[in-house]
């Protein structure tokens, strides 16, 4: 296979809101490349790019599928996305491995809030970005509409190259860049070109007017040619063009029918001539600080953007060749774990299709096999030592469930799948609660969810259960109470005898010292689950021997592992041992720890206990039309806001939110903005429940326990 350079290679992400049409239109430049001779449909399953199964029961991409084709001595490497946020994470690493994003807009919708929701990711990125409105030949089209909302989206940097219009009943498009007209018979194909119609000239040539002000804002240079001549030639055009979309200021929109075939060929021919190549883009810096450039004669250096396991293949690794080149058999570094690994073998992938090859160079993007160490953000260097490219960062989940194997025998199973899972989609979060012994998995929605458990299922072949996740409660008291307990055994010869007073208080740091008894000791244990004890010996006369005050206080830190209100840990408590009895031939260890612990517990019930609450801090992004009827749905989950600010057209809010009042947010609030919210949260601390919450969690619990 062809070796190319890095002048000669375009990488594109084809990125959309559902329905779009991204995966018909990669399909279109294969056929239309001529490397394949037969066009597949998403409705027959029969396409390159959705080639599993899971995407043939729901009819549309659920994984980023890497393509390439060839056009006029240019390599494009294309990845085919999925059109909706639940998976993000494969929207991501295709951004971030693409030299230009290429954003499809479906003609009868515009730039819908999928196509927003992406955009912003795209934007964050600042890629060089064109856009392409797909489905021109659609009764439903609506051309006028789509360009309108597009800026409304992306503002007046949107600059029209081309536009559809009817001719003879024929579809023609009209490009303002090349002053041309394409004329499509019934099936689409390679076009007619004609002369732009004269009730056309006018409009197409204040387009042209527009493209090449556009244009020549880009370089001070192509400015003065500008105003010297009044107008660009053909390749002024293109560098300024090409300047603006490297800048991420200059968004140039085409349009097509991929179903058709109608405008791929023109699309093709722009991303070739025009779009940047990875040899334009700057340098990568690495996390150490370094910039990698983008050339051949640099050391060798891959950032590894996926992993897919395939059972018959097991895990294939996706890179992008970021400097020099790599042949088969050459070995790398991990810089990560140091380790070294050989990649025996190249390929480049159309689907699940596999091509060998022998080298890659820089800028291309090429998968391997059977690699031992290497995960997703993984960097492969010429050394261990070399530098690190900045990883993907993925969103928070939005979706946390419990999971459980159905069959309790597959428990194993099910935890190596997850793993598996995980390290194929990072946006897939694996965690273990200690407190509640639960898994814990984090999804980007039920979507992403149903995808996680089908893969499962089918691929992995193990049944799981998903639940809402316990939530770690703690408890504390609110008063002073105390309490003595006498424990007393006898069963022939020696007994066991131990009687412990004590009184107990709610601790806050920087309390003063407790009045009224005498303070012999004072030990302070933090707690392993934040909070603290603070235990104080008052023992005086000696009717308690010092060494059986350790057993006190390990008898109370048994109770306090598992409260007596749920059976959640007790935190923030002092305890001062006062008084007691204790018997020269019976009393031991055992004996003043069950005393210790019972003598607590019972003081713990006479304190009015209390349970506290994991509380997190919201950070949420809403459009501000919306925002009211955010507002309305936190305070209805018991959030306490705490400020609102402004950023473009949308608000940021700030609040409190109990971590049992998210188990359902995700899906209410998607559905309250129609999926155009985000949000982030952080772990702040613990708070009171309040009094009827507390009841029912107590209620709860004991139906449980008994």
């Known amino acids: 296979m062809k070796v190319f350079d890095n002048k000669h290679i375009k990488n594109v992400a084809f990125v959309g809101t559902h329905r779009a049409g991204k995966t018909t239109l990669s399909e279109t430049m294969l056929f239309e490349a001529g490397l394949i001779n037969r066009r597949g449909t998403v409705e027959q399953q029969n396409t390159i790019s959705d080639y599993h199964e899971f995407e043939h029961q729901r009819g549309a991409s659920v ?14 490497n294309i990845i085919d996305t999925p059109g909706l946020d639940d998976f993000i994470g494969e929207i991501m690493s295709s951004i971030r491995v693409a030299d230009t994003i290429v954003t499809v807009i479906n003609a009868k919708h515009g ?5 927003e929701i992406i955009w912003n990711y795209v934007d964050k990125y600042h890629k060089p970005t064109l856009f392409v409105i797909n489905k021109i030949d659609s009764e439903k089209a609506n051309f006028e509409m789509s360009v309108n909302s597009l800026k409304e989206l992306v503002g007046n940097n949107a600059v029209l190259v081309q536009y559809p219009i009817k001719l003879d009943g024929a579809q023609c498009i009209i490009d303002v860049l090349k002053m041309k007209c394409y004329k499509f018979g019934p099936e689409g194909g390679k076009p007619e070109k004609l002369p732009i119609p004269e009730d056309q000239m006018e409009y197409a040539t204040m387009l042209h007017n527009e493209l090449v002000e556009k244009a020549a804002e880009n370089d001070e240079e192509l400015m003065e040619l500008y105003f010297e001549k009044g107008t660009l030639n053909e390749e002024e055009l293109r560098k300024g063009i090409k300047l603006g979309m490297l800048n991420h200021d200059f968004f140039p929109v085409f349009c097509v029918s991929a179903l058709k075939d109608m405008g791929t060929g023109r699309l093709m021919g722009f991303i070739d ?16 600080g370094e910039l990698i450039k983008p050339e051949i004669d640099g050391d060798t250096s891959l950032f590894v953007f996926k992993n897919v396991y395939q059972p018959n293949l097991g895990q294939i690794t996706f890179f992008k060749v970021m400097s020099g080149e790599v042949k088969a058999n050459d070995k790398l570094f991990n810089t990560r774990t140091g380790e070294a690994e050989t990649l025996n073998q190249l390929y480049i992938m159309d689907g699940k299709q596999k ?38 960062k993925y969103p928070q989940p939005r979706l946390v469930k419990a999971v459980f194997a159905e069959n309790s025998s ?60 316990k939530i770690s409660y703690r408890e504390t008291i609110q008063r002073s109470a105390t309490a003595n307990y006498r424990h007393k055994k006898q069963s022939g010869g020696s007994g ?39 235990f104080y010996n008052c023992i ?7 060494r059986y005050l350790p057993s006190i206080m390990k008898g109370i830190l048994e109770v306090m592992e598992s409260g007596p209100l749920t059976d959640s840990y007790i935190r923030d408590v002092r305890v001062m041992v006062y008084d007691g009895k204790m018997h020269q031939v019976d009393s031991n260890d055992i004996s003043f720890k069950i005393a210790g612990a019972n003598a607590f517990k019972e003081a713990f019930l006479n304190a009015n206990p209390k349970l506290l609450e994991p509380i997190e801090q919201m950070v949420l992004r809403a459009p501000e039309q919306m925002i009211g009827g955010v507002m309305t749905e936190l305070q209805s989950r018991r959030a306490i806001i705490q400020g609102v600010e402004t950023e473009a057209h949308y608000q940021i809010l700030r609040c409190t939110i109990p971590s049992a009042e998210l188990s359902d947010f ?10 155009r919210a985000t949000y982030t949260t952080k772990f702040e601390g613990y708070k009171a429940v309040p009094t009827h919450i507390q009841k029912e969690l107590i209620k709860q619990h004991e139906l449980i326990t008994t």
């Open 540 to 546: 005086v006369g000696g009717v308690i021997d010092q």
């Open 666 to 675: 995700s899906s209410q609030l998607r559905s309250i903005t129609q999926g």
């Open 355 to 392: 091509h060998s090859v022998e080298k890659l160079t820089v800028g291309d993007i090429g998968a391997t096999t059977k690699l031992k160490y290497t995960e997703t953000n993984d960097t492969l260097a010429q050394t261990a030592e070399a530098g690190t490219f900045k990883p993907i």
């Open 273 to 288: 001539n025009i779009a940047p190549a990875a040899g334009d883009l700057k340098p990568e810096q690495t996390i150490e």
């Open 63 to 76: 994984f980023a599928t890497p393509l390439h084709t060839e056009w006029r001595n240019y390599k494009i």
């Open 496 to 534: 066991q005898f131990g009687q412990v007073h004590l009184k107990i208080e709610p601790y806050y740091e920087g309390m003063p010292e407790p009045e009224g008894f005498s303070l012999r000791g004072k030990e302070v244990v933090d707690l392993p689950w934040d909070g603290k004890l603070v």
């Open 410 to 469: 597959e428990e194993e199973k099910l935890s190596d799948a997850l793993r598996r899972i995980h390290s194929q989609d990072l946006t897939v979060d694996l965690s273990y609660n200690n407190e509640t012994h639960q898994t814990l998995v984090g999804t980007q929605g039920e979507l992403h969810l149903s995808t996680l458990n089908w893969l499962l299922e089918h691929v992995y072949e193990v049944k799981a259960r998903f639940e809402s996740p």
């Open 111 to 115: 730039a819908d809030i999928g196509t």
